[in-house]
């Protein structure tokens, strides 16, 4: 298994430009999640989804939206790219056990960002 | 809404001494806890996760405690080696409706010079 896999590894945009962030997983995990991290920072929850088809915001969802059209792929979307939006961003999945008891996260080695 | 706190924010030690990180969170209403290393430039690795039931769990010289009550955490690091610096981020799932969300603190970025 792969796991949890990004691209780019890098970027830079101009100020209003537009990208997608590319996550793909193999562990057919029904949830998957986007969180951001600023420099000396924990991770901030963007967007999730429980399923295909199923997305719902976080606490930084502002600025971005995601699609999920299959339980692979998880992309994240940037519009009108602005210098806050200067961070590494970190894909996961995760599992649970049917009473849902027990979770645990995956995650990719990360996207950095950089908008100038 | 959950709260995260890591202290100290950085810790230099020399090299074979045990130390002890901490984490605190506000709402004790969790799933579980888990325990990441984050090198530099690089992704999250999970070290540890303690289920709401446990109390610690330990994989080779790592040992992490959860007292829920009291909202509070310790990874303890045995005999530490400069291959253990990096940044540790503490990480709680609340129960409930959460699917799986995690709250993270900011982390502990540790050093360990030979």
């Known amino acids: 298994n792969a796991g949890v896999t990004q691209t780019p590894k890098f970027r830079i945009l101009k100020i209003g430009q537009s990208m997608t962030l590319q996550c793909t997983q193999d562990?057919?995990?029904?949830?998957m999640y986007w969180y951001r991290q600023d420099p000396g920072m924990g991770l901030k929850l963007i967007y999730y989804s429980v399923g295909a088809g199923i997305t719902d915001k976080g606490e930084v969802p502002n600025g971005y939206n995601v699609s999920r059209s299959t339980t692979e792929d998880f992309p994240l979307r940037l519009e009108l790219a602005a210098p806050s939006q200067t961070s590494v961003y970190f894909c996961?999945?995760?599992?649970?056990?049917?009473?849902?008891?027990?979770?645990?996260?995956?995650f990719g080695p990360g996207t950095r960002l950089t908008v100038t | 809404k959950q709260e995260v706190t890591q202290i100290p924010a950085a810790l230099s030690v020399p090299e074979g001494e045990n130390l002890v990180l901490n984490c605190s969170f506000t709402?004790?209403?969790?799933?579980?806890l888990q325990w990441f290393r984050q090198d530099p430039g690089k992704g999250l690795t999970s070290l540890l996760l303690i289920q709401s039931s446990q109390r610690e769990q330990t994989s080779g010289r790592l040992n992490a405690s959860l007292d829920k009550s009291s909202g509070r955490s310790t990874l303890y690091i045995a005999a530490s080696q400069p291959g253990d610096s990096a940044t540790y981020l503490c990480a709680t799932l609340l129960g409930g409706t959460s699917y799986g969300k995690l709250t993270f603190g900011q982390g502990t970025i540790l050093t360990v010079h030979p």
């Open positions: 562990m057919n995990h029904n949830y």
């Open positions: 709402d004790s209403a969790i799933y579980n």
């Open positions: 996961a999945s995760s599992y649970t056990t049917p009473d849902r008891g027990r979770w645990e996260q995956y």
